[in-house]
C-alpha cells in the first residue's frame, strides 16, 4: 500500500506571494492532518480535515487554511507569505479522527517551503 | 494545557551502546503515547505506541513502557546502531480528541 505523497517537495516563493501544498493520504484513510515544523517551535499542528469537513484547528493566523476532497486528498493553502512561514509542512494520514483512542498517524515526506 | 518535555540532545553515542531517550508527558486521563523517528531529508515515522497504562511498545530492538504513575514514556534501545542516527520525537493524543503534541524532539548520532 503506498505511503502518505506530498507534492511539490520543495518550493521557493517570496514575501506576499500564496502558495498551496497537496497531500495524498493512504489508501483509505479519511483523516488528514497538517503540521508545521520549524527549528525553533519544533512541530506544531495546524489544521485536521475528515470527510471534507475541518474538524481541528491549532492556533495559527487564517493565512493558513486548507480543505479536503471527497477522495480524501487535501491541500492547504497560505496566502500573504511571511518570512516566518519558511518551514517543513507535514501531512499525515489516519483510518479515522486523529484523536480517536490510539488512532495512529502516518506522515508523509513534508514540503519544504523556503520564503525569501 | 497537555505537553510533552523530552531530554535536551544531541545524544553522541558509539556503536553498541545503550540508549535512554526521556520522555514525560502532562495530560489529563489517559492519552495514547507515540515515539517517531525522522531520518535526515524524510518525514516522520511511527517507531512504537502504547495506548494504556504499563504497556511496552516495541519495535525495532526500541522499547517504552508507558507509566502512568510517573508520566512516562521512556525511549530504550539495548544495542543502537550507526543507522539508528535521527531525531526521536516523543508525542501523546488525548481523551479530548485532539491531534498529536509532540516533544522538541531528541537528535541521537550514533559513532562506529
Redesign the interface.
Known amino acids: 500500500k503506498a505511503g ?1 505523497t ?1 507534492t511539490p517537495r520543495y518550493l521557493i516563493k517570496t514575501r506576499g506571494q500564496q502558495v498551496t501544498l497537496s497531500c495524498s493520504p493512504i489508501s483509505g484513510h479519511r483523516s488528514v ?1 497538517w ?1 508545521q515544523q520549524t527549528p525553533g517551535q ?2 506544531q ?1 495546524l489544521f ?1 480535515y475528515f470527510s471534507e469537513t475541518q474538524r ?1 484547528k ?1 492556533n495559527f493566523p487564517g493565512r493558513f487554511s486548507g480543505r479536503q476532497f471527497s477522495n480524501s486528498r487535501s491541500e492547504m493553502n497560505v496566502s500573504t507569505l511571511e518570512l516566518g512561514d519558511s518551514a517543513l509542512y ?1 501531512c ?1 494520514s489516519s483510518l479515522a ?14 514540503t519544504r517551503l523556503l520564503v525569501l | 494545557g497537555n505537553s510533552v518535555t523530552q531530554m535536551e540532545g544531541p545524544v553522541t553515542l558509539s556503536e553498541e551502546a545503550f540508549l535512554t531517550i526521556n520522555c514525560t508527558y502532562t495530560a489529563t486521563g489517559y492519552p495514547s503515547l507515540f515515539w517517531y523517528v525522522q531520518y535526515p531529508g524524510e518525514g516522520l515515522q511511527l517507531l512504537l505506541k502504547a495506548t494504556k497504562a504499563d504497556d511496552k511498545g516495541s519495535n525495532k530492538g526500541f522499547e517504552a513502557t508507558y507509566r502512568k504513575e510517573t508520566t512516562s514514556f521512556h525511549l530504550e534501545k539495548g544495542s543502537v546502531q550507526v543507522s539508528d542516527s535521527a531525531v526521536y520525537f516523543c508525542a501523546l493524543s488525548d481523551e479530548a480528541g485532539t491531534a498529536l503534541i509532540f516533544g522538541k524532539g531528541t537528535t541521537l548520532s550514533v559513532s562506529s
Request: aromatic residues 20%.
Open positions: 502518505v506530498q492532518s503540521y519544533g512541530l499542528f485536521e481541528n491549532g507535514l499525515a479522527l486523529a484523536g480517536n483512542y490510539g488512532e495512529t498517524q502516518y506522515f508523509g515526506p513534508g
